[in-house]
């Protein structure tokens, strides 16, 4: 009997620690959970770990982090096609990164606004992240097709898919 009484209080006291000091992050289950609705489960929990927080964060964290890098990601593309613009001769192509350049500038508006919602855990208002994708395409579908820009604008699609299942993820966990 006293047995049963000291494993049942051990079971206890590592159920409460673990709600009370949940230390371990991010489990792995947790990103395949989040990662296996985006194009490439693979890519996204790579962009995920990229982030040296990811390994011990909770889950809001994980949202900071995602758009964290979706930030950079869009700052890096609006500094590509910035470059691209300056760089060109052709007044079509040099209007067609003009747009790109001002879509990304709208990007990284709605970005910060979702990070801010993201410090306040307001999870549901976080609602136009899906448009990074559309914004993305949109630049893309404006170039040739032997643009040199496929690359960035698949890995802009990729982190925003990503920043978009973890946002998902966190308001059904959250309710």
């Known amino acids: 009997m006293s047995s049963v009484k000291f494993v ?5 006291l590592l159920v409460a620690s673990a709600i009370i000091f949940p230390s371990d992050g ?9 990662c296996s609705q985006t ?37 890096e593309n609006h500094n590509s096609f910035v470059q691209f613009r300056e760089n060109s001769t052709d007044l079509d192509l040099k209007r067609s ?27 549901k208002r976080i609602n136009e992240l899906g448009q990074m ?19 960035i604008t698949e890995t802009m699609l990729l982190t925003s898919q990503t920043a978009v299942y973890v946002n998902e993820f966190l308001i059904t966990y959250f309710g």
Do not use: H, W
Not at 26 to 34: K, M, N, P, R, S
Not at 57 to 73: R, T
Not at 133 to 151: D, F, H, Q, R, V
């Open 133 to 151: 994708i559309k914004m993305a395409y949109s630049c893309e579908n404006g170039l040739p097709s032997n643009s040199p820009t496929s690359g």
């Open 8 to 12: 049942a209080s051990v079971a206890i």
């Open 39 to 75: 194009q490439n489960q693979e890519t996204c929990e790579a962009i995920l770990e990229s982030d040296p927080r990811t390994g011990s964060a909770d889950l809001p964290l994980l949202s900071l982090i995602s758009l964290d890098l979706l930030s950079k990601q869009a700052d």
């Open 97 to 123: 990164f003009g747009n790109c350049v001002k879509g990304y500038s709208d990007m990284q508006g709605k970005i910060k606004v979702a990070l801010e919602l993201s410090r306040k855990r307001q999870y």
């Open 26 to 34: 991010i489990t792995e289950d947790i990103l395949a959970a989040i």
